[in-house]
């Protein structure tokens, strides 16, 4: 079907303005002849508003909200529909958490044809400062002992280092208002693909948790070779995954390495179950799928990770230095693991000479015998870079990142040129994860508008990334300027947060997929994990929660000791608008739906805010039309399923 | 490989619904006797027995691989020298285990020391353990194949592909339909309700109870069906009057993108289900207070038993419930962590039994454990790792299961030659197949015996299914 279009949008010049061209389409009869399209599933700002009446209502409202209301003239001559403004929506919901107008504005203004823009505003954000968690988390841990301390609690009985709370505060404190969007998309990409879990000790180390977050934004457009070694050895990770305190064989004891995290960094974190060609698809041998790897290879590789334990302490939870065998609780989880392997001459003197705890003797996997060396890092080094070499890990995690950022059903082709990117950025690097980035959003695939007519090129939100771009649409108060949110409320009703999975499976696997049209027609949708029957009507109470009742957007659980800590949503520049229902459906379609409002969406919304009919004194239409409506833009299909 | 073609699916359909509409079924049976199945279907389909017929299935996934050799453990001191030598530093002390009323010879066993509730299922003949069971592809699975990779489940030891296998009960493919899902495609139709699932799940969405026709209704362990919060068509206030009406006009129109139907699906169907579960879920019995302990566990097994309760007012004569109950991959400190754990699934199965004796359902409803793995027999320091054959627990009423008894082979706990079932560090190739373990259950539940290869295709390599026979016995009709 797409190629119907190629003579329009092959011209770069048509390219960009055609989600305009395509509002047109239902305006035109004879297109309708010539291009049998879906409309059903098409949006297109001002097509609703044909019934006149709203339309010349909103005239006479206010010359600062003049873009956001609806005019007859500007519905047909198309400049009231946005279309350059909503292709730069389309790309900002890919490549961001949320984003407000600002930065569509930003992008639009840039006097930048559209491909050089995205490309420009993308080099920027690589260029940027990391906005990272643990000085926020330090300082939020700081102020909540001293709120706690002066509400009473003892000195022996304050918190002796942050929790998963804390490092929610964090979070989205920083994300509440953060430019440095495009780091954090992929770091939660990131958190979503090496995973760790608070459903695990980890709750209680909020400290870790942060530090573990702040490592995937600094290496997010760094190297996947010194990614995987940052997570091979951070302290979260050897507790996660039980590679921490892992000793080597002895046999007396019937003891034998641990095989956990030798299994999930290939199967989960690297190359995956099968030999991959560079599009993503199995190769095989004589029609079988050729296994990338047996148990005996997680064994070799169970013997090079063994010897690694944490490598710092935290000096008000204990006196003693690092050793061997040290619990969690008196680690500081921020430093990364050490080497516990006395073969070379110790580098720190309070070692333990019986700490030698590498297995000696030879070490295979992947068909790669470790050159033996008396350092078991050395040895680790070596098999982290067999492990970074595979040539699965292009096509591996490209998709992975295709589906969290862009679309879940990516073609081969598309893999294949990011995998190729990641094989290569061009100056003859491997596992550039900046480029990789970049080619996933100015691929073909994820820029041109073309896409959008298929709905096999879409991707089911996550629920929490729902939240976060309606979040940054809105105007939040805070008397005392806290933008602190433990999320649990919304983490019940949706099943995600972040660090928050049941298991290092994630909360979905790429191939998962619904049950029915979907996967009738061979295509996945992981996210439909998150969309049960439970948790899908959950998303819509937690919203609910949000918009209706108080409007209560985030929230703490330190009421008894701070005042203040929950977060408002301000309506008050949206009550104007209000007024008249066509104008606030504009600004919806605008700032939440990036245009993506179905005519019967809009239809829907309608009769609901035209219910609230301003004749009557006892509510406050104004109010209400802005709640409800909100809060029906966020449940809506259009909302959450993008492409 | 067989699978449940479009005609076997037309079939069972059909002959489900004419089980439930009753008039005319002799008729028709003896017009079609020549079908394939056919008297197999109308002795199972026992939906035409009686009005009170009633059977449930509880499946408990103990997610990330029990370590079941340290749940179920040889206590005489021959078997149970054998398991501390290979267990060391993991073995529990032989004094503390619970002894059960069940020996072998000289051979008896114990339960972990956290689970008096399963001790006192087992000595009163309300619970049974089916031993080293796990996937299998054939029965004759030695060392050579594994030696060799043939003939081996894909994934061995590898937890996305087990935990997958023991819900889909194929353990050569990777899929993600299970065998609830598929026995509700063949007999949901059983169940007068067809707006509900028959397939009741606590933890979301799951492969287990995923057919080709028929998917979960999640509820919340913690209390029931998950409703809209202020969704009200009667009310008078005028916010939620509007956005009610919205909501419904959203959910009630018809859409082309599959996307949006498929969002929007989800939404309706539980809506429209919240409605008749909540309406009867309000009389859902008053289980006592002390009736149920106070921990997650005990509270989704409460949940079940208060809808089982209903069953009637919802019209349901089949239903599985499932709920995962995870954290069990124990590579660390599986001494201490793993106690309280099998303490909680303890307790939960024994408040569970008590309730379904309260509700006179103990001798239909059968209760089942899964979990991806049973564990390396070998430590890695405090830990166990990934492995294969393990041990499994019913529970229900003495009249529905051989309680009392340990079914299956409990296999020998040494290690090397002396041992043909171990792999390597203590993996031990199973002796009962995932096959016969769902098989009995699936039979049990109303799927006949001729059509159980249309949901495990790999059956007939096991055993041979018939009619008033099990293969391993642990139910007893």
């Known amino acids: 079907m797409r190629k119907r279009f190629l003579p329009f949008y092959s011209d770069p010049r048509y390219c960009y303005n055609f989600p305009l061209m395509l509002k047109y389409i239902p305006t035109l009869a004879v297109a309708w002849i010539v291009l049998p399209l879906q409309l059903d599933s098409q949006n297109y700002l001002g097509a609703g508003n044909s019934d006149g009446i709203s339309v010349t209502a909103s005239s006479s409202h206010l010359e600062s909200i003049w873009i956001d209301s609806a005019n007859a003239i500007k519905t047909i001559d198309g400049s009231g529909m946005l279309a350059d403004y909503f292709d730069v929506c389309r790309f900002l919901n890919q490549a961001t958490l949320g984003f407000d107008s600002s930065h569509v504005n930003s992008i639009l203004n840039s006097g930048l044809p559209p491909m050089q823009a995205y490309e420009a505003w993308i080099d920027a954000q690589l260029a940027g400062n990391a906005d990272y968690l643990t000085p926020e988390l330090n300082t939020i841990f700081e102020q909540i002992k001293d709120s706690l301390s002066a509400g009473g609690v003892h000195d022996t009985l304050l918190p002796r280092r942050p929790g998963w709370q804390e490092f929610n505060y964090a979070w989205w404190s920083v994300h509440s208002f953060t430019e440095d969007l495009l780091r954090h998309r992929v770091a939660t990409a990131f958190s979503e693909i090496f995973v760790i879990s608070r459903f695990s000790d980890l709750e ?440 | 490989m067989k699978y449940l073609s479009k005609t076997d699916y037309s079939r069972r359909r059909f002959f489900g619904q004419m089980s439930c509409a009753g008039m005319g079924y002799l008729t028709f049976v003896n017009s079609i006797l020549n079908l394939k199945g056919m008297n197999a279907a109308a002795m199972a389909n026992s939906a035409v027995s009686g009005a009170d017929d009633y059977k449930a299935i509880v499946c408990v996934l103990l997610a990330g691989g029990n370590d079941s050799y340290n749940m179920l453990v040889p206590s005489d001191n021959t078997h149970y020298g054998e398991y501390s030598n290979t267990r060391k530093n993991l073995a529990l002390s032989q004094g503390s285990l619970l002894d059960l009323s069940y020996s072998e010879g000289a051979k008896t066993w114990g339960v972990h020391p956290s689970m008096g509730g399963v001790r006192t299922l087992f000595n009163t003949n309300r619970a049974a353990f089916i031993s080293n069971v796990g996937t299998l592809l054939n029965k004759t699975t030695t060392k050579e194949n594994y030696d060799n990779g043939t003939n081996l489940p894909i994934g061995l030891f590898s937890h996305a592909d087990q935990i997958q296998q023991w819900q889909t009960g194929i353990p050569d493919q990777r899929l993600a339909k299970g065998w609830a899902g598929k026995m509700a495609d063949l007999i949901g139709d059983m169940n007068p309700n067809q707006n509900i699932s028959m397939n009741i799940s606590l933890s979301g969405s799951n492969i287990f109870q995923t057919g080709d026709n028929s998917v979960e209704y999640a509820i919340d362990p913690q209390g029931g069906a998950v409703g809209m919060n202020g969704y009200n068509p009667d009310t008078d206030w005028i916010v939620d009057s509007m956005r009610t009406t919205a909501i419904d006009s959203m959910l009630g129109q018809y859409y082309e993108d599959i996307f949006h139907k498929t969002y929007i699906n989800v939404l309706k169907n539980s809506k429209e289900a919240f409605i008749e579960f909540n309406e009867a879920f309000e009389n859902a019995h008053n289980f006592a207070p002390g009736d149920f302990a106070d921990n997650p566990v005990s509270e989704a097994f409460k949940t079940i038993a208060q809808t089982i309760s209903v069953r009637q007012a919802l019209g349901f004569k089949r239903q599985v419930f499932f709920m995962t109950f995870g954290g069990w991959d124990h590579h660390d400190g599986l001494l201490a962590n793993q106690a309280g754990m099998l303490g909680a699934l303890s307790q939960g199965l024994l408040d569970f039994q008590n309730a379904m004796e309260t509700l006179n359902t103990d001798d239909c409803v059968l209760t089942m454990t899964i979990s991806d793995f049973a564990r390396t027999l070998n430590p890695n320091s405090d830990g166990s790792d990934h492995a294969w054959g393990g041990n499994a627990l019913v529970t229900g009423g003495p009249n529905l299961i051989n309680g009392g008894m340990i079914h299956g082979n409990y296999p020998s706990l040494t290690q090397g030659a002396a041992n043909p079932l171990e792999v390597y560090l203590g993996r031990l190739i199973p002796t009962l197949s995932t096959d016969e373990y769902f098989g009995e259950i699936a039979q049990w539940f109303g799927v006949p015996p001729n059509d159980l290869d249309l949901i495990f295709p790999n059956i007939g390599e096991m055993y041979t299914p018939s009619a008033g026979s099990y293969p391993i016995g642990f139910i007893k009709n």
């Open chain 1, 204 to 643: 209680g180390y909020g400290d870790g948790l942060a530090d573990y977050y702040d490592m995937f934004l600094c290496n997010a457009f760094g190297n996947y070779r010194e990614l995987i070694d940052s997570i091979t050895l951070h302290a979260c990770m050897g507790h996660y995954l039980s590679h921490a305190n892992n000793p080597k064989t002895v046999d007396s004891l019937n003891q034998h390495p641990d095989e956990n995290y030798a299994r999930e960094i290939m199967q989960l974190f690297s190359i995956g179950l099968y030999e991959l060609n560079q599009d993503g698809s199995r190769k095989t041998q004589g029609g079988e799928e050729i296994p990338t790897y047996t148990n005996a290879d997680i064994n070799g590789l169970a013997k090079v990770l063994t010897g690694l334990g944490y490598g710092g302490t935290l000096p008000h939870l204990t006196s003693d230095p690092p050793h061997w065998g040290m619990g969690l609780w008196e680690a500081d989880v921020t430093v990364p693991m050490i080497m516990y392997d006395v073969d070379l001459p110790p580098i720190q003197p309070w070692w333990d000479p019986d700490e030698d705890q590498h297995e000696d003797g030879p070490k295979t996997f992947l068909g790669h015998t470790i050159t033996p060396n008396a350092s078991g890092m050395v040895e680790l080094n070596e098999a982290l870079d067999v492990i970074a070499d595979h040539p699965n890990v292009g096509p591996f995690i490209s998709r992975r990142l295709i589906q969290r950022l862009v679309k879940s059903n990516p073609s081969p082709q598309y893999i294949s040129d990011v995998a190729g990117v990641f094989n290569n950025d061009g100056t003859g690097t491997r596992g550039n994860l900046g480029a990789v980035v970049k080619a996933i959003l100015l691929h073909d695939e994820a820029r041109d508008p073309s896409y959008q007519l298929d709905a096999a090129n879409s991707r089911l939100q996550e629920p929490l990334w729902r939240y976060t771009h309606f979040l940054r649409n809105v105007e939040k108060y805070n008397p005392n300027g806290l933008y602190w949110n433990n999320n649990y409320f919304v983490f019940e009703n949706i099943h995600q947060d972040i660090f928050a999975s049941p298991s290092v499976f994630n909360f979905f696997l790429p191939d998962d997929t619904p049950h029915g049209d979907i996967q009738d027609q061979g295509l996945v949708a992981p996210e439909f994990k998150l969309h049960d029957a439970r948790s899908s009507v959950g998303y819509i109470n937690a919203s609910h929660q949000w918009t209706v009742p108080w409007g209560q957007l985030m929230n703490t659980w330190l009421g008894d000791y701070m005042d203040h800590t929950e977060v408002d949503w301000v309506i008050d520049d949206l009550l104007p608008l209000a007024e008249d229902s066509e104008t606030y459906l504009n600004w919806l379609d605008k700032h939440i739906l990036g245009g993506r409002m179905t005519d019967r969406t809009r239809f829907i919304i309608r009769s609901a805010l035209n219910g609230f009919n301003p004749d009557y004194h006892w509510h406050n239409h104004a109010e209400n039309r802005v709640r409800v409506g909100m809060h029906l833009a966020l449940l809506s299909a259009d909302y959450s399923i993008t492409r």
